[in-house]
């Protein structure tokens, strides 16, 4: 079977960092991917990490432990517009499609 | 590029009406998702297509689901009938090899 969880809901304020966890079960692995996605629109895509480590993209970076099956979106410097949710996604064989995790709903406060 | 292209942007319909949602990918994209997603139970796949092929569908709820793909460029989805448990936000996805997703602005489906 395959399981994705992640928190359901976040705050934080305004120039702070947050750290969305997401801990995976799939029954093959091939890489991970988080998705930001606004109320009311679709799902954009952020990151995507296959081999272990940290993979920084401006005030964004994703880290993945295979191992662990775990991973997490760092988000730093939030601003108001960071406010939406944050999808964890797993594919477990190349070329195969994402099961999503249900998603964490940050809200990001002044 | 004009991305994924959905219609309608919303339907309201009664119970028992046939629904078909429409999906045109981003040109040159060879995979095709069908994803539906409510507060519940989040963004669930029904079915996806490689190549204009059906590879899995088994994510569709039951048998009054259906998904076609007649060409390379264009899915459809089919609820045929409708209940009122199929409201939900109905998102179309294409890629390049099933990675990474781009998806339409979706389908805000009511039946009533």
């Known amino acids: 079977g395959q399981n994705i969880d992640q928190p359901t809901e976040m705050t934080a304020t305004e120039g702070a960092i947050v750290q969305i966890n997401c801990t995976y079960q799939t029954s093959g692995f091939n890489g991970l991917f988080w998705y930001q996605q606004h109320a009311g629109e679709a799902p954009t895509f952020l990151s995507y990490?296959?081999?272990?480590g940290l993979e920084e993209k401006g005030r964004f970076s994703s880290f993945l432990s295979r191992s662990k099956g775990y991973s997490y979106l760092l988000l730093k410097e939030l601003q108001m517009k960071d406010s939406a949710s944050y999808l964890c996604?797993?594919?477990?064989?190349?070329?195969?499609?994402?099961?999503f995790g249900k998603g964490t709903t940050l809200s990001v406060s002044s | 590029d004009a991305g994924v292209i959905q219609s309608p942007r919303h339907e309201v319909t009664e119970m028992g009406q046939e629904v078909t949602l429409r999906c045109k990918l981003i040109?040159?994209?060879?995979?095709l998702f069908w994803y539906r997603q409510t507060m519940m139970r989040g963004l669930e796949l029904l079915i996806y297509f490689n190549n204009n092929v059906p590879i899995d569908d088994s994510g569709m709820p039951e048998d009054r689901f259906s998904a076609k793909m007649p060409n390379a460029s264009f899915s459809t989805l089919k609820i045929q009938p409708s209940e009122p448990r199929d409201s939900a936000v109905y998102f179309c996805?294409?890629?390049?090899?099933?990675?990474?997703?781009?998806f339409g602005s979706g389908t805000q489906l009511s039946v009533l």
């Open positions: 996805a294409s890629s390049i090899g099933g990675e990474k997703l781009f």
């Open positions: 996604a797993a594919s477990n064989q190349a070329g195969t499609a994402l099961i």
């Open positions: 040109s040159g994209h060879n995979s």
């Open positions: 990490n296959v081999l272990d």
